[in-house]
């Protein structure tokens, strides 16, 4: 039988991310996009997804990265190194660098996201939140107990239609209660850009860069 986690308060929030550099990010955006727009657009999402875990209760806000610090960088994030291996093993590797639970890591790809999102998080008695993605991925994996990610995340095929629901069925066969986040949709192609500008707060970072590449005629 599982252990149990009691609720121990706010969570240590993890962002993982790769630096928003042209043709390292977004390369599915181009085209339409050029990898200079691209990488206009990961900046801009990154740093509204920072600026919202800076805004939400969290015992630790880490930005798990894979190159380097910009200007983009808000004050109040700690940066480690991203982990070696595939997009699983990275994910894995980012729960390492939590002392203790509870622990919710996300990605750069929902710039929408608010603060009210993670309200539940660490807050109530589930062992396990995940947060779905309308492309069948996820864009939130949480743990009451970080070390659990390391058998948990390791192995689960990244990148498909089927990601999310596999991750979703290993924290249930091994027994964790899964507290399901709300289905957010991932900027990954022009189209996803779009909606997702569409329903971000006017004044956020995206909705403004995905605004002035439309007058330039994009």
Known sequence: MNARHPATGPAILLVIAKEPAPGRVKTRLTPPYTPQ???ALAEAALADTLHT????PARRRVLVLDGAPGPWLPPGIDI???GSGGLDERIAAAFGHCDRGPALLVGMDTPQLTADLFAAVGRDDHDAWFGPATDGGFWALGFADPARAA???????MSTDRTGAIQRCRLVEAGLSVSDLPVLRDVDTAADAAAVAACCAPDSRFAATMNSLAEAGR
């Open 151 to 157: 058998a948990l995340a390791r192995g689960v095929p």
């Open 80 to 82: 480690v190194p991203q």
């Open 37 to 39: 727009e691209a990488a």
């Open 53 to 56: 875990v800076l805004q939400a």
